[in-house]
């Protein structure tokens, strides 16, 4: 952990390694609740390890990251190529896999769908698309406290509030949204 946490303070804003920190901590925090072998803390780990690298590519120049892509064979819609912010995770699990050696499929998806989520997510994607959301240093949004809560209470409930606030902000705002984050949401409002 100390070579990832040298790397993201080299590679993160300050801001954005404090928020990452708190995702860790978030994530790690909401394993101990959901860890499904509760003798075995490998989850625990695993929830702190893409806690941590979830925003590795945030900071990262946009062009670079669709240089990366292309270069990688790591295919991106044309909405993802018009809004290259969202490419962050999926250039993040690159990075995990190539520099970090995470070979775990569920912490590379997990950072990969950490921004829009997706139908059928595991438990650790869920943690880590929520910590996301509700990490300490995260800037009020409505009903924060309660997601908060709630984080610890019903994983499944949490996405779709978050889901139902992302999307409400984003119409609300005149913001285009990506597709899967509609498509995650559908798969939730129905359970």
């Not at 995702?23 to 394993?31: D, P």
């Not at 019903?154 to 996405?159: E, G, I, V």
Request: aromatic fraction near 10%; hydrophobic fraction near 35%; proline fraction near 4%.
């Amino acid at each position: 952990m100390k070579k990832i946490k040298k790397y993201l303070k080299k590679h993160l804003t300050k801001e954005r390694y404090q928020h990452t920190l708190g995702v860790a901590y978030t994530a790690t925090a909401m394993a101990m609740k959901y860890n499904p072998d509760t003798t075995n803390s490998d989850f625990i780990r695993k929830a702190e390890l893409a806690g941590l690298l979830h925003d590795c590519a945030k900071n990262m120049d946009n062009n670079k990251k669709i240089r990366i892509c292309d270069k990688n064979n790591i295919p991106y819609s044309d909405f993802e190529a018009q809004n290259t912010y969202l490419l962050h995770g999926k250039v993040g699990a690159f990075i995990a896999k190539t520099k970090f050696h995470v070979q775990d499929e569920d912490i590379l998806n997990a950072i990969i769908w950490h921004t829009t989520g997706r139908p059928g997510m595991s438990t650790l994607e869920k943690i880590i698309f929520i910590a996301d959301y509700i990490e300490p240093s995260r800037k009020p949004i409505p009903d924060l406290d309660y997601i908060r809560k709630l984080a610890f209470e019903d994983l499944d409930k949490t996405m779709e509030t978050i889901l139902v606030n992302t999307i409400n902000y984003l119409q609300k705002n005149n913001k285009p949204f990506d597709s899967m984050t509609l498509k995650t949401y559908d798969s939730y409002k129905h359970e």
